[in-house]
């Protein structure tokens, strides 16, 4: 049976930066071809054509979809289901979809949606990414400008929810694998450290937090998180029983700053052969766990076997398999560690390699 397309859906309030964060990671997508769906209605629909911009290697004109029929949670059978569709019956297919809902979705209505028959068997949700706006959190605003977040919420005929952006929130963080905590340069370092625990904190267990500026995001980071979302519904139930939602047209700063780079590092780790597979991979997550590594990866030889061991963790989820002959290849581990700036690299290569 083939591989299940993964599908990354990006959520967050207009303005936090979803728009950017895209932008970025099709900039740097290394050849993945990428389908968009975009949920954008009434004048706001604007990120298509920013993005329709984007390497035609990466994602063809005919592989962004907008879905300006109103709020993607409220039309998900109507809008969404049929989109899905279409985008899964090209030849050749997606190798990643990624979704940007409307600033005011609830991203549990949209995750659900992918136990519908037809796309259940097709495709899984990578990962569900929530984009805050920093600075606008800390001052108990959530979004940058409110005033516009009401004028969506007016625009949208088909909105059936009328909810305070603080508890559209708490369902954005409940429903999150990974919170992006963006325009962290307009913030004062320790500001942005204390969010970033307080949001750890009120998010589910293992959820990631990470900063950035620009939505300058690694896309091995964001991509390839292999999360499966809609097979945990429960664990990211909505807090608050409304039916609400507001629409984004995101920020569209076009600055091109290179400094969000800075935010992470990546490193590798060589050592010597392993010996127990399990007992590696056990290793590997309590390293993780330490130093607040995002993701590592590689490949190590295991004593007395003629296979490579692929190795991969996201967070301390790691997963290992056997994948091909090592044939010529020196036999060894290398690993390649990434995470935000500031990893103490001699400690965690030391863990590695005891």
């Avoid at 050749?92 to 979704?99: G, K």
């Avoid at 519904?233 to 984004?248: C, G, M, P, Q, S």
């Avoid at 581990?333 to 400690?347: H, M, P």
């Amino acid at each position: 049976m083939a591989a299940k397309i993964p599908a990354t859906v990006i959520t967050g309030f207009l303005g936090a930066g979803k728009t950017t964060l895209i932008r970025h990671m099709l900039q740097n997508a290394k050849g993945k071809r990428i389908a968009l769906i975009i949920n954008e209605f009434g004048d706001l629909g604007v990120d298509g054509d920013i993005l329709k911009g984007c390497d035609s290697d990466v994602c063809a004109s005919d592989d962004i979809v907008e879905l300006s029929n109103g709020c993607i949670c409220c039309t998900v059978a109507d809008d969404f289901i049929p989109t899905m569709e279409a985008l899964l019956a090209r030849s050749p297919a997606p190798d990643h979809i990624v979704i940007e809902t409307s600033g005011l979705a609830l991203p549990q209505p949209l995750v659900r949606a992918f136990n519908w028959p037809g796309l259940s068997t097709r495709v899984t949700v990578d990962s569900v990414v929530t984009v805050v706006d920093g600075l606008a959190v800390t001052e108990g605003r959530f979004a940058h400008d409110v005033a516009a977040v009401d004028a969506q919420r007016a625009a949208d005929d088909g909105l059936d929810h009328e909810t305070p952006l603080s508890e559209l929130f708490e369902d954005q963080i409940a429903c999150a694998d990974m919170i992006v905590i963006n325009k962290t340069d307009l913030m004062a370092p320790q500001a942005a450290s204390d969010l970033a625990d307080r949001l750890k904190g009120e998010a589910r267990a293992g959820v990631q937090v990470v900063r950035t500026s620009m939505g300058e995001l690694p896309v091995d980071v964001l991509l390839g998180q292999g999360i499966g979302a809609e097979d945990d519904l429960e664990a990211r139930h909505e807090v608050h029983h409304h039916h609400h939602h507001d629409d984004d047209g995101d920020d569209h700063h076009d600055d091109h700053h290179d400094h969000g780079h800075d935010e992470f590092e990546s490193f590798v780790v060589e050592r010597d052969e392993i010996a127990d597979p399990a007992a590696f991979a056990a290793q590997l997550a309590q390293v993780i766990r330490s130093h607040d590594i995002l993701r590592l990866k590689g490949f190590t030889s295991v004593a007395g076997k003629p296979m490579r061991l692929t190795v991969q963790a996201v967070g301390p989820r790691v997963d290992h398999y056997f994948d091909q002959p090592l044939g010529q290849t020196p036999r060894g581990a290398r690993l390649v560690v990434i995470g935000e700036a500031g990893l103490d690299q001699a400690a965690i290569a030391a863990a590695l390699q005891a």
